[in-house]
T-cell receptor
């Protein structure tokens, strides 16, 4: 399957701790994106990393990409209760053309306890 | 700025009844449009996508159909709902030609329960 596979499926941490989520994939990609979904809501785009990039930062978010291992990780530092949500990786594969299609993973559910 | 609307927010329908979910985008032209279904606690399944008016691509065989009668309007339909059609339906858009990164922007979703 080309689908991104995320690990762990669920993560529970205390406020202030760091949260790390991983995404592995099998296809060749142009970029990899991370999205966040609060319960019962739509997804919100967090950060994008291109295939020629290795690391990217946005506020408390740090994303790494290892194309040789076909894996990415999302690190949320100093987590807050408001970070509680599901996080999805999404792949733009080389074959997507101008369709705009993304391949979404199954997601990691993060619970941050106050 | 661009906005995306979906309605209704929730819907309870009997088995065998028809379905029509609507999605509209404002503030952009020629977007790519997408319908996803999400089962409880699961990832997103792409149902349909469209790169232009009247152009619909189906990803999985199913009881549903989609139409794009106007540039920024995307409709998900069914003639007869099945129990298995229950789920959370999400509409999304991305930049069309020239939108190289494929970042997608999601609507608030419709929770469909078929009884």
């Amino acid at each position: 399957s080309q689908q991104g596979e995320e690990d762990p499926q669920a993560l529970s941490i205390q406020e202030g701790e760091n949260a790390t989520m991983n995404c592995s994939y099998k296809t060749s990609i142009n970029n990899l994106q991370w999205y966040r979904q609060n319960s019962g809501r739509g997804l919100v785009h967090l950060i994008l990393i291109r295939s020629n990039e290795r690391e990217k930062h946005s506020g408390r978010l740090r994303v790494t990409l290892d194309t040789s291992k076909k894996s990415s990780s999302l690190l949320i530092t100093a987590s807050r209760a408001a970070d509680t949500a599901s996080y999805f990786c999404a792949l733009k594969s080389h074959g997507s053309g101008n369709t705009g299609k993304l391949i979404f993973g199954q997601g990691t559910t993060l619970q941050v306890k106050p | 700025s661009q906005t995306i609307h979906q309605w209704p927010a929730t819907l309870v329908q009997p088995v065998g009844s028809p379905l029509s979910l609507e999605c509209t985008v404002e503030g952009t032209s020629n977007p790519n449009l997408y319908w996803y279904r999400q089962a409880a606690g699961r990832g997103l399944q792409l149902l349909f996508y469209s790169v232009g008016i009247g152009q619909i691509s189906s990803e999985v065989p199913q009881n549903l159909s989609a139409s794009r009668p106007q540039d920024r309007q995307f409709i998900l339909s069914s003639k007869k709902l099945l129990l298995s059609d229950s789920g959370f339906y999400l509409c999304a858009w991305s930049w069309g030609i020239g939108g190289a990164d494929n970042e997608q922007f999601f609507g608030p979703g419709t929770r469909l329960t078929v009884l």
